[in-house]
């Protein structure tokens, strides 16, 4: 009788114990909403920090398609079902002074059409959709844009996003859209100075993104500072690109149209 | 009955029953015992590691063997070393490694850095019977300098051979057949040269011709591939280079050495020597109007004027039309060469019409330039020299070369005095470039042996070389025994000679190596950068 008291009076305090380390968690029991992804950006809520610049340039010439992927992602409850929502491609706003170099992209010509709808899966936080971006040679001399919005649904609703002013005091809400532009933009390296411009002249992009397609440069390799270290294969290089240069019918001129692609005193011979 | 103590009695009944059917078995008692013999090896370290230095440590090992019959003398006995990582899947095989079949171990150690196990097996050839010992042994690597001759095996490879130091730095050791393992078709060998500048900040190393290619010979392994190809070094080539040239200007305005390159079409290139080496288009074009044949000689000063002069180093460098026998020369300022222009007396014209078959300069010493010229109508060989200044070029010598001179094979110029030698078959000679007209014989060979190398070899990392000071201004004298089978390769000799000042002076054989493999050339492997 002893034995049978002292093994129930355990487990009373066995059970008291126990419940006295359980913990009543308050979890989010209200609704789930969408936006994109920061990418790392979390802290910057400026102006244009829906915009994606997609650099062309500095990317090999033979390269005509590119696939961006971008992640949208859940704020609430993770689901056991999936969750769908579409991202539409909408009219982007070109600033009126911006007209003249940047164009709206054109779906077939400047992106392939692409699968609007996509899904939150059923036990994720988020979800990557991807768009296949394609380089025409209107790029040269036009930027295109491209603005993608999300677009919410009785599941997926509008929660969170940064928000922005512009001087119109227009409010922005920037994490539902992305604006891709897409350009030909190669930066100018940081070698080009100095001794450099005797052998590859004035600097211009298209001179350098001419110097990268006929060369076949890695572009990423010709923007890195041990690049520009190679002196004496840049000077092959100029030299090769005038030899280049001066049997190309019809000359080559520079962005002005006027003015004759060559390149410096050291590259003449 | 309990389950365990039932278990208890089968067992014990089991075991009863196995033993009574065993003592039934006959014995039928056929036995017919033999001695065995019973071989230990001593002598061989096998608690320590042998740490040894690549191509400066000769390993040497003198095992005792004690058996217990048999005759040792009649043992057979091989020596392997094996990287630890080998891999028979990936091609190694045992027969790779072996490196002596003799008792005692004495080998030159020629191999990478790394981690290595030995085997010494004793074999039995009455028997077939092996024992074998292991031990361990580490290889460390110095830098590896010395003489690198490139021989003919015949097969249209190149066997590679190092004349190193032990590990002392005192005594000459012959490393042979470098490449014995390599798998990589190289080509036959036409000729070697060396490539840096003159403290080694930025390149060094040297580099092999054959007849399919050119290739520089990287690291202290010597390794060759097609990854060593210099072809990458050219923007113009194309599935090869064949260079006929390699000289390095040490002393320039830009501070930065110039390497020139000839190839065996008469192209002539120029870049800087440094890791950042790379040539663009050739320049064997007379004042950038009119393409020329290059004769595959470069005439460049080795010294530099230090009395203030700014720049000090603007020497021209010479150059020689080939087809148009005429001399040439350029400026660092100007694109391509021109006419050469002499100041002072006038002892020859420029415009020779004979054939360039040897030019070289001076070391430290002066800016002299020695060019000689062979007539194309007659056998008489010339002499012209030609002294390098700031920015100009005077002559002073010139005259016809006396002796047997139409039998030369080889031509060397003094590092520093005013002699100039030519080899034939198996003699050398010595001429006073004041006075051209007389040869001296100072070195005669045996008639068994042919004169294969005669150069002095030029070193460009001149003070972080060791015993460059000496040996630099030795005669390198290589010959190959004559009358000799294809298959026979240990024919060739090496030879260094000293030369006294006095012109009439003696001179002396110093150092001697035999057992190469048939010498094409040599070159002094120098202290590199990344040794």
């Known amino acids: 009788m002893k034995r049978i008291c002292i093994i129930i009076t355990s487990a009373v305090f066995a059970g008291l114990f126990w419940s006295g380390c359980q913990k009543d968690l308050d979890t989010y029991q209200g609704e789930s909403g969408i936006y994109f992804d920061h990418m790392g950006k979390e802290t910057q809520a400026i102006l244009r920090a829906d915009t994606l610049p997609f650099r062309w340039g500095q990317i090999d010439g033979e390269i005509l398609e590119e696939k961006l992927s971008l992640q949208v992602n859940l704020i609430g409850n993770v689901t056991d079902y ?68 999300l677009e919410e649904t009785e599941e997926l609703k509008f929660l969170y996003s940064r928000e922005v002013v512009d001087k119109e005091n227009n409010r922005r809400r920037i994490d ?18 100095g001794d450099i411009n005797d052998i590859f002249g004035d600097y211009s992009m298209k001179k350098a993104i001419t110097i990268c397609n006929v060369m076949e440069i890695d572009r990423k390799e010709w923007l890195s500072q041990e690049f520009g270290n190679r002196t004496a294969y840049l000077l092959f290089v100029g030299q090769f690109m005038q030899r280049w240069l001066n049997e190309q019918d019809p000359p080559i001129y520079e962005e002005d149209g006027e003015t004759l692609m060559t390149m410096g005193p050291d590259s003449q011979h | 009955m309990k389950f365990r103590t039932l278990y208890r009695i089968a067992a014990a009944l089991c075991s009863l029953a196995l033993l009574l059917l065993t003592s039934c078995y006959g014995d039928k008692g056929n036995y017919d015992y033999h001695d065995i013999n019973e071989v230990t090896i001593e002598g061989i370290d096998r608690e320590n590691v042998y740490q040894v230095y690549a191509y400066q440590t000769t390993l040497k090992i003198s095992p005792v063997i004690h058996s217990t019959m048999g005759d040792a003398g009649s043992y057979e006995y091989t020596w392997r070393i094996i990287p630890r990582d080998a891999d028979t899947n990936k091609g190694a095989s045992l027969d790779d490694f072996v490196v002596s079949h003799e008792k005692d171990l004495v080998y030159p150690v020629q191999l990478s850095d790394g981690d290595y196990t030995g085997f010494f097996e004793v074999t039995d050839p009455s028997t077939g019977v092996t024992w074998i010992e292991d031990f361990y042994l580490q290889v460390v690597s110095q830098g590896s300098t010395g003489w690198l001759i490139a021989c003919d095996q015949g097969d249209g490879r190149t066997r590679l051979d190092l004349i190193g130091k032990d590990s002392e730095g005192q005594n000459d050791v012959l490393y042979p057949d470098l490449w014995k393992n390599v798998d990589f078709e190289m080509g036959s060998p036409k000729r070697l040269f060396y490539v840096g500048d003159n403290y080694a900040s930025y390149i060094g190393f040297p580099a092999l011709v054959t007849d399919i290619g050119s290739y520089s010979i ?31 200007e040490l002393y320039t305005p830009t501070w930065v050495a110039n390497w020139w390159v000839i190839d065996e079409d008469g192209k002539l290139y120029k870049t800087e020597c440094s890791d950042r080496a790379f040539f663009s288009f050739p320049i064997n074009i007379l004042d950038g109007q009119t393409e020329f044949r290059a004769a595959p000689y470069v005439g460049v000063s080795y010294t530099y004027n230090d009395s203030g002069d700014d720049p000090y180093y603007n020497y021209p ?184 000042e006095l012109v009439s002076g003696s001179v002396t054989e110093k150092t001697k190596i035999e057992g190469l493999g048939r010498i094409v050339d040599v070159v002094y492997k120098e202290q590199g950068p990344t040794d």
Request: charged letters at 25%; glycine letters at 6%; a negative charge.
């Open chain 1, 82 to 149: 999936d969750r769908k929502f579409r991202v539409n491609v909408i009219e982007s706003a070109i600033p009126e002074g911006l007209k003249d170099k940047m164009k709206a992209a054109v779906e077939g010509v400047d992106y392939q059409p692409f699968e609007t709808e996509c899904t939150i899966p059923a036990h994720e936080a988020s979800t990557t959709f991807e768009i296949t971006l394609l380089r025409t040679e209107a790029l040269q001399t036009e930027s295109r844009v491209l603005t993608l919005a």
């Open chain 1, 176 to 193: 539902l859209q992305r604006v891709i532009v897409m350009d030909e933009t190669l930066p100018q390296p940081d070698w080009w100075w």
């Open chain 2, 218 to 248: 990287s690291g202290n392994d010597f390794h060759i591939g097609e990854d060593t190809d210099l072809k990458w070094y050219f923007g113009t080539a194309t599935d090869r280079i064949m260079i006929a040239n390699s000289t390095i």
């Open chain 2, 317 to 500: 460098a010479i150059f020689y039309d080939e087809e148009g026998r005429r001399f040439l020369s350029k400026l660092e300022a100007n694109n391509y060469p021109s006419l050469m222009q002499c100041s002072g007396r006038q002892l020859f014209d420029v415009t020779t019409g004979r054939d360039m078959v040897f030019m070289d300069a001076h070391y430290e010493i002066d800016a002299q330039v020695v060019a000689v010229l062979k007539d194309p109508n007659s056998p008489k060989y010339y002499l012209y020299g030609l002294m390098l200044g700031y920015a100009k070029i005077e002559q002073n010598y010139y005259g016809e070369i006396g002796g047997p001179v139409s039998e030369a094979r080889f031509f060397a110029l003094h590092p520093t005095y005013n002699v100039l030698f030519y080899a034939t078959e198996n003699k050398v000679y010595r001429v006073n470039l004041a006075d051209p007209g007389t040869a001296t014989e100072v070195i005669s060979l045996d008639e068994s042996e042919e004169i294969a190398v005669c150069k002095f070899n030029k070193i460009n990392n001149f003070w972080g070389t060791p015993g460059a000071d000496v040996f630099m201004y030795d005669l390198v004298v290589c010959t190959n025994r004559k009358n000799t089978t294809a298959d026979e390769q240990d024919i060739g000799t090496f030879r260094l000679y000293d030369i006294p």
